[in-house]
């Protein structure tokens, strides 16, 4: 396991990975390695998503802020408060090799066996007899069956789950085994969830001799470092006694002793001579060897550990690589006379296509489509896990139903429409209540103040530039609210709390009030000294210009009227923000009005200067 | 009462500015907007020798009304840039460059004419007594009217003033010792000393 440097979003929040959602943050939160502090990450934000636990400094986040990838984590526990120490909870790092079996299993196609792992070290190392049975321990586990059951809801018959049966990469499109009692087919979720629940039930199971603390036999050892000295005598990291292999804790000063990590294959991949982490100061890219605690010093930590046990059976990061999935249950379309698979995944090649033309063969085709997303839908919404299963498929069918739906609506709008569909990508990242304990009020405004940003200075979306790099704090909220697809919604008071929280996060964005009390937001560097010299350089080029018709003033003085929709056009603002920047170059004494039957518009101000 | 010149009023540019019909919100441009409008008024009573100013005149009047922009300042609008000019540059005025007259509106209500004092009744009383100075008048008994009409005065600034407007500034004389009025309503007669 090992520290990962960490990639920051404007808003100093992970940024997270495709597919990767986020589920807790808590602050307060300082970083132990193994029994000691690390110096400066000490306070910080904790960010749980579904691949990483990530910890930001509050102080310095460019510089201190590591993450721990879910996938190498073997078990986490929780440590209540005791006195005055503060609640924590401890991660131990996977042993190397069911690291190795896990990440193989997550790439390679499940039906071919995990080649041994500790074959190399078998064949290779030099070692007694009675190393190897001992050895010979572990791979007995760990690439061990799914030993589940599925109960046949029609004759409640327990079935076994067939060994090729992998609920990370199994689809409703996967051939399943009927019943042995009474020969009907299972419903696809029945298995899943028997699976899920009997890989969540292997995963966290009491520590297991091998994910004692592992480590590394430290010092000059190292030199022979892809055969570690197995059956050698482990000299104490503290005393350096030298005991015997056998023994967990030194005789001398009861220190614990490293386990023998059973290095295999990519011992390449290790850092060669970890120095005491205590005292090293920068830590990404290290490695952990025993453990890592994290010290909730403001509470959270059940919740965290909670979500963070949910997320370590539910692999998400497993995910990542999965192909996507292949449109479900080929036996009911073909049920359907004539209706032809459109998918090219098709297992079944021989199925009969009936090519239609003209409109009956597009009427076919929408009545495909539609018995399609019927199924897709109805097989989602079965049951959770089944969602899950099916979830890239569903928000595919969504944003294209959001499409279609803009398309049809309205033609103006069109470019909201594209954010909003695009914005569904952007879900992962919204910060929900959820998410946070409840008591952490000030935690959830100051993530939604950083969400927020980070929304408003996202690039590809480019909400500000597109608005002048200005708008109003209304807009904002409604174009946030709808981005979030109706669920999860900020409420105003919410909203405007943590827009007030900019400043004081030190993020790119600002809020201003107008004097009219009109809440703006803005980038933090743009200023009203910034905007009276757009107002006068443009005031400076209408005195260049001659009016089209003759009139009775002099424009070379006093130039000629400029109203707030010619600002709003010129500078792109809204009426409503072009308005209040006029009114705010008037207040300083660069504008004055001019009221009449055309309405109020602005001139530069000839009555004070000349 | 005063004949117009013959040379026709030259408004300043300010006049052809839309924006100076306007009130302005901002305190530090509505003092230089009341600033150029208690000028150009002064200008343009010093130029038709005007001393009583009355407002529902005026608002038609070129001063108020400019034809070309079609614009003007409204009654009350005026109103506020005399009510302006009457308060002392203490109080945030225009230096009581403008003094209402009690009930001479009749009909229209208070505050519908009012002295413009494009020299005010002080400066006047210098400009008299230097006149008196100059021509080696002290001691010398003249009436008003010989003042205001007299053959003797009419190369002078107060020539053909208003009545009212004089005996102000002759009360001022009065006041610093520099000439005593006697005489009844109509017929005074002052004594420069």
């Known amino acids: 396991m090992f520290f990962k440097s960490l990639d920051l979003t404007t808003a100093l929040r992970p940024l997270l990975l495709p597919d990767e959602t986020l589920l807790f943050v808590q602050d307060a939160v300082g970083l132990y390695e193994g029994k000691y502090k690390i110096p400066d990450y000490q306070d910080g934000h904790a960010y749980l998503t579904s691949h990483r636990v990530c910890y930001i400094s509050a102080g310095d986040p460019r510089k201190h802020s590591v993450a721990i990838d879910l996938k190498e984590i073997d078990r986490a526990e929780y440590q209540a408060r005791f006195l005055k120490s503060s609640p924590k909870i401890t991660i131990y790092p996977k042993p190397q090799k069911s690291k190795t079996d896990k990440s193989r299993s997550a790439t390679s196609s499940p039906a071919v066996p995990p080649p041994s792992a500790s074959r190399p070290n078998k064949s290779l190392s030099p070692l007694p007899q009675s190393i190897i049975s001992q050895q010979a321990a572990p791979p007995s586990h760990s690439p061990a069956p799914i030993n589940a059951t599925w109960i046949c809801p029609i004759c409640s018959f327990s079935n076994p789950v067939p060994s090729n049966f992998d609920p990370a990469t199994a689809t409703a499109a996967t051939n399943l085994p009927p019943c042995l009692a009474c020969g009907i087919k299972p419903p696809f979720t029945t298995v899943l969830k028997a699976a899920i629940s009997a890989a969540s039930s292997r995963d966290s199971p009491l520590p297991r001799p091998s994910s004692v603390p592992?480590?590394?036999?430290?010092?000059?050892?190292?030199?022979?470092?892809?055969?570690?000295?197995?059956?050698?005598?482990?000299?104490?990291?503290?005393?350096?006694?030298?005991?015997?292999?056998?023994?967990?804790?030194?005789?001398?000063?009861?220190?614990?002793?490293?386990?023998?990590?059973?290095?295999?294959?990519?011992?390449?991949?290790?850092?060669?001579?970890?120095?005491?982490?205590?005292?090293?100061?920068?830590?990404?890219?290290?490695?952990?060897?025993?453990?890592?605690?994290?010290?909730?010093?403001?509470?959270?930590?059940?919740?965290?550990?909670?979500?963070?046990?949910?997320?370590?059976?539910?692999?998400?990061?497993?995910?990542?690589?999965?192909?996507?999935?292949?449109?479900?249950?080929?036996?009911?379309?073909?049920?359907?006379?004539?209706?032809?698979?459109?998918?090219?995944?098709?297992?079944?090649?021989?199925?009969?296509?009936?090519?239609?033309?003209?409109?009956?063969?597009?009427?076919?085709?929408?009545?495909?489509?539609?018995?399609?997303?019927?199924?897709?839908?109805?097989?989602?919404?079965?049951?959770?896990?089944?969602?899950?299963?099916?979830?890239?498929?569903?928000?595919?069918?969504?944003?294209?139903?959001?499409?279609?739906?803009?398309?049809?609506?309205?033609?103006?709008?069109?470019?909201?429409?594209?954010?909003?569909?695009?914005?569904?990508?952007?879900?992962?990242?919204?910060?929900?209540?959820?998410?946070?304990?409840?008591?952490?009020?000030?935690?959830?405004?100051?993530?939604?103040?950083?969400?927020?940003?980070?929304?408003?200075?996202?690039?590809?979306?480019?909400?500000?530039?597109?608005e002048g790099g200005i708008m109003s704090l209304i807009d904002l909220w409604s174009v946030f609210n709808r981005s979030r697809n109706g669920v999860e919604l900020v409420s105003p008071s919410d909203f405007q709390r943590a827009a007030e929280l900019w400043e004081k996060l030190k993020l790119p964005v600002r809020l201003r009030r107008f004097k009219s009390g009109l809440l703006v937001v803005q980038r933090y560097d743009w200023s009203d000294e910034k905007t009276v010299c757009q107002l006068q350089q443009w005031m400076d080029e209408l005195r260049q210009v001659p009016p089209d018709e003759p009139v009775p003033w002099d424009w070379s003085i006093f130039g000629r009227a400029v109203t707030a929709q010619e600002a709003a056009q010129r500078f792109m603002w809204s009426v409503g923000v072009a308005a209040e920047e006029l009114e705010m170059a008037e207040d300083r004494g660069l504008l004055c009005r001019e009221e009449g039957i055309e309405g109020l518009r602005f001139w530069s101000n000839g009555l004070a200067t000349v | 009462m005063?004949?117009?010149?013959?040379?026709?009023?030259?408004?300043?540019?300010?006049?052809?500015?839309?924006?100076?019909?306007?009130?302005?919100?901002?305190?530090?441009?509505?003092?230089?907007?009341?600033?150029?409008?208690?000028?150009?008024?002064?200008?343009?009573?010093?130029?038709?020798?005007?001393?009583?100013?009355?407002?529902?005149?005026?608002?038609?009047?070129?001063?108020?009304?400019?034809?070309?922009?079609?614009?003007?300042?409204?009654?009350?609008?005026?109103?506020?840039?005399?009510?302006?000019?009457?308060?002392?540059?203490?109080?945030?005025?225009?230096?009581?460059?403008?003094?209402?007259?009690?009930?001479?509106?009749?009909?229209?209500?208070?505050?519908?004419?009012?002295?413009?004092?494009?020299?005010?009744?002080?400066?006047?009383?210098?400009v008299v007594a230097d006149w008196v100075e100059g021509t080696g008048q002290k001691g010398a008994v003249l009436t008003v009217y010989e003042l205001l009409q007299g053959e003797a005065t009419e190369s002078q600034e107060f020539y053909g003033m208003d009545n009212e407007a004089m005996m102000k500034t002759l009360n001022i004389l009065v006041k610093r010792g520099k000439a005593q009025v006697f005489g009844s309503e109509g017929q005074e007669g002052v004594k420069f000393f």
């Open chain 1, 214 to 466: 592992a480590g590394e036999i430290t010092g000059s050892n190292t030199g022979n470092h892809l055969l570690p000295l197995k059956g050698e005598s482990v000299s104490c990291p503290r005393c350096t006694f030298v005991n015997h292999p056998s023994l967990r804790e030194c005789e001398i000063c009861a220190a614990p002793l490293k386990g023998q990590s059973t290095s295999t294959g990519n011992g390449d991949s290790r850092v060669d001579s970890p120095a005491p982490f205590y005292a090293q100061s920068r830590i990404p890219n290290t490695e952990v060897s025993e453990s890592i605690k994290l010290s909730f010093r403001d509470g959270g930590e059940k919740t965290f550990h909670e979500r963070l046990n949910g997320a370590l059976i539910q692999r998400k990061w497993l995910l990542q690589n999965a192909p996507p999935v292949p449109p479900p249950s080929q036996s009911s379309a073909q049920n359907t006379p004539g209706a032809t698979s459109t998918t090219l995944e098709s297992p079944q090649p021989a199925a009969p296509r009936v090519t239609a033309v003209g409109i009956a063969g597009l009427e076919q085709r929408g009545l495909e489509a539609r018995m399609n997303n019927q199924l897709v839908i109805g097989n989602a919404f079965e049951d959770l896990e089944a969602l899950m299963a099916s979830a890239k498929q569903i928000v595919a069918l969504a944003e294209t139903l959001a499409r279609e739906s803009g398309m049809s609506t309205s033609e103006g709008s069109a470019e909201t429409h594209a954010v909003l569909s695009e914005s569904a990508a952007a879900l992962g990242m919204v910060t929900t209540k959820d998410m946070l304990s409840s008591g952490s009020e000030n935690l959830y405004l100051s993530e939604l103040s950083r969400n927020l940003a980070e929304y408003l200075t996202d690039d590809r979306k480019g909400i500000l530039q597109r």
């Open chain 2, 2 to 126: 005063a004949t117009p010149a013959a040379a026709p009023f030259q408004f300043p540019p300010t006049y052809n500015f839309p924006p100076f019909f306007t009130p302005q919100p901002n305190t530090n441009t509505r003092e230089a907007q009341l600033q150029k409008w208690s000028s150009l008024i002064q200008a343009w009573c010093r130029h038709h020798r005007q001393y009583r100013l009355s407002l529902v005149e005026a608002v038609d009047s070129p001063l108020f009304h400019n034809a070309a922009l079609r614009k003007r300042l409204d009654l009350r609008e005026a109103r506020s840039v005399i009510d302006w000019m009457t308060k002392s540059e203490e109080e945030g005025g225009g230096g009581r460059r403008a003094e209402w007259i009690d009930g001479s509106g009749g009909s229209q209500g208070p505050k519908a004419v009012a002295w413009v004092w494009w020299r005010r009744p002080e400066e006047w009383a210098d």
